[in-house]
């Protein structure tokens, strides 16, 4: 906890502040400019000021040690990254200004922190060495979402690096100023300075920072009384609609042993009509579902080799906790509720971040519900959170080097927002076309090509609706979830055709353990390939042949939600258009199976459900 003492500034001060930042004044918030308050153009005239408090910085040394950057006070690659803290004083001279009406962000004016402490960092024979710094507002804007992106300058005003993603919260009782999970981006001047120009970008530590807040007088910390009537507003008397908004992946360490870990960013924004909650776990219980409900994140790797489509990596689940609300059009000031309008964002080390991330398979995707007590944050089933996931690898997404080093191959990565009563799934889905390469020593660049776009990757293989005996993609939407069907035939003449499927299973609880079809006796089946997203070939699925029935079974492992399993062979049957059909494991109701019309093997046998 941090103690602040009260200091005054001079209505000069004040005024001369208040002059400047009228000239450098931006577009208010959709809120803002909806809110009717006589005093309105008061209270956003005012200048909020925050000064003094302490910044927390945590590099992620496994990262640096990948990239042979150092740090003074380096700790040994393997230790977790969360763990070390290096804290620096702020000073309570000069401040950061601030719009703040009715006690609610609005953003970054100008101003800055001078921030005082000894930070060393070098490459090679390079070192720069840091006594003082300065956090200031950037000069634009980089990403939707955040309310201001601040730049860390040296004595000599080079930028160190760009902070974004920023958790910021004002607590007005307190006079206090958060600022948390901040992505640190390391500067192009800096990656040049050390001769490392091609991790410019590149986050490489998260910082926090807790100041003073100086209110000023005749500022009011309240919303006029009437304003939010009706809010919050829950389903079902409105929509959920929880957008993914925009997504970046990145390398984040190497584990040693021929696989990486990557993690993404991610931008959000509530596209509905109803309030989302957002609670953090453990934080108690709360409306409308009287518990900590909040949305998760995940995220995928995959790549397309032989025209089939395979996954190749999967995260555990992140668990969102805070939401900053920015660009709203409607704003009640409660941080963890997302309002309709806002924005959110979520940075790499906050989603690299192991007392956030946990198991999937604690989540319903389905239903977006998920029990605190006695899960895997709490293994003594205290009601409190006892247990995180290590600092390397636990419950994030690990890709083997292997799979990704043939640069003629296409590479995706994608995330998903699993979210309580959201109408539209496949909005809070997107992807976006990676390029992984090695960098020399451990450290991979997962460059990224084009824009980032909505909806599932397998959408990109075989175009959603296209149905004829060559390509098939089915959508699924069922009781028991959603989920693609998708097949793409080849024909490598002289008689012979190669099927490649691709099962994807969004948010099926029951999960998918056999896919059957129908295949005379007489013909034939080889080449036989089988994919699915845990990179472990001592669990693929098996292939059977009885009669006239071909069987892929699972193999102690079943097709859980957010995952992806393909399969390819050569036959000699010609495509025809008849049902497919994948069985689910554990179905909650009487049918224990999804089918859909789309491409398969010729076969005299009428295509059956092997349980029917």
């Excluded at 995330?415 to 090695?438: E, K, L, Q």
Aim: hydrophobic share 35%; glycine share 8%.
């Amino acid at each position: 906890m941090f103690h602040f003492t009260t200091r005054l500034i001079t209505h000069s001060t004040v005024c001369a502040l208040s002059l400047f930042f009228a000239a450098t004044a931006v577009a208010e918030s959709t809120w803002l400019k909806n809110l009717s308050a006589a005093d309105k153009a008061e209270q956003m005239s005012k200048t909020w000021t925050a000064y003094g408090g302490q910044m927390d910085i945590q590099f992620n040394h496994d990262l640096l040690h990948d990239v042979n950057i150092r740090v003074n006070d380096m700790p040994p690659k393997g230790m977790n990254w969360q763990s070390i803290h290096r804290r620096f004083s702020i000073s309570e001279t000069g401040g950061l200004g601030l719009q703040v009406p009715y006690g609610i962000m609005e953003r970054m004016r100008d101003g800055a922190l001078s921030v005082s402490g000894r930070l060393q960092i070098s490459h090679g024979d390079t070192t720069v060495p840091i006594n003082h710094f300065r956090l200031q507002p950037a000069p634009a804007q980089p990403t939707s979402g955040d309310f201001r992106a601040l730049e860390m300058r040296d004595d000599k005003n080079h930028v160190l690096f760009t902070l974004d993603h920023i958790h910021l919260t004002i607590d007005a009782k307190n006079q206090a100023l958060v600022m948390k999970n901040m992505d640190m981006h390391i500067s192009p001047w800096l990656a040049n300075r050390l001769g490392v120009p091609a991790i410019s970008g590149w986050v490489i530590g998260q910082a926090h920072a807790v100041t003073g807040l100086n209110i000023p007088t005749g500022a009011k910390t309240e919303l006029p009384a009437g304003s939010c009537a009706g809010r919050p507003l829950w389903e079902p008397a409105a929509d959920v609609d929880v957008k993914l908004t925009q997504m970046t992946p990145q390398f984040v360490r190497n584990l040693g042993n021929g696989t990486i870990v990557v993690a993404p960013s991610a931008h959000l924004k509530n596209v509905g009509t109803a309030d989302v909650p957002w609670y953090s776990k453990f934080s108690g219980t709360f409306d409308p579902y009287n518990n900590d409900q909040h949305p998760y994140l995940i995220w995928n790797m995959y790549r397309v080799i032989d025209n089939r489509l395979e996954q190749i990596g999967t995260s555990g689940i992140k668990h969102a906790f805070l939401t900053i609300n920015s660009n709203c059009t409607i704003n009640c000031g409660n941080s963890h509720i997302l309002w309709p309008g806002c924005e959110d964002v979520y940075g790499v080390g906050n989603n690299d971040s192991g007392w956030d991330i946990g198991p999937r398979k604690e989540v319903s995707a389905l239903t977006g519900t998920w029990q605190s007590t006695c899960s895997f944050f709490d293994p003594g089933c205290t009601g409190g959170q006892t247990n995180s996931s290590n600092g390397t690898d636990e419950n994030r997404l690990v890709v083997p080097e292997s799979k990704i080093s043939d640069s003629s191959l296409d590479y995706y990565f994608s995330a998903w927002y699993p979210n309580r009563a959201d109408v539209n799934i496949f909005n809070s889905m997107g992807y976006r076309v990676i390029t992984p390469t090695p960098m020399g020593g451990n450290s991979w660049n997962i460059g990224t090509i084009g824009p980032f776009a909505n909806g599932p990757v397998i959408d990109t293989w075989v175009a959603p609706g296209t149905s004829t005996p060559t390509a098939t993609s089915v959508r699924i939407d069922h009781a028991e979830g959603h989920a693609t069907f998708a097949v793409k035939v080849m024909d490598l003449g002289g008689g012979q055709y190669r099927y490649h499927y691709a099962i994807d299973n969004y948010d099926v609880d029951a999960q998918f353990d056999h896919f059957s079809f129908s295949l005379n006796a007489a013909d034939s089946l080889t080449g036989f390939v089988f994919s699915d997203a845990d990179n472990d070939d001592g669990n693929n699925w098996l292939v059977t042949r009885t009669g006239g029935l071909v069987t892929i079974q699972a193999n102690g492992r079943t097709q859980d939600w957010g995952e992806l399993n393909s399969f390819s062979f050569t036959t000699n049957a010609a495509p025809m258009m008849a049902t497919f059909t994948v069985h689910m494991a554990s179905p909650g109701g009487n049918q224990n199976s999804l089918g859909a019309r789309m491409a398969v093997p010729n076969a005299d046998l009428i295509w059956r459900d092997s349980l029917e």
